[in-house]
């Protein structure tokens, strides 16, 4: 059974971080289905996002244990 993309989910970023995202994602297929695999492994918990001291942050995000 397929199941059709029939929502958006976007955010801004810079044009900057755009051309890195789309340059390094091609390197493993369509930059959507890249954004699409790193949205359900975060869903899933699959993906571990690790603190930059160097950047505000959403706290939420991290675990501290």
């Known amino acids: ?3 059709s993309k029939i929502k958006y ?3 801004r970023v810079t044009e900057s ?3 890195q995202f789309t340059k390094k994602a091609k390197k493993y ?3 959507g289905a ?3 695999e790193l949205i359900e492994a975060f869903i899933d918990n699959r993906i571990t996002i690790v603190r930059d001291p160097n950047r505000v942050t959403m706290e ?3 675990n501290e244990h």
């Open 17 to 19: 971080t755009r051309t």
């Open 9 to 11: 989910l976007g955010t």
């Open 34 to 36: 890249v954004l699409r």
């Open 29 to 31: 297929g369509d930059p």
């Open 1 to 3: 059974m397929s199941h």
């Open 60 to 62: 939420k995000l991290y």
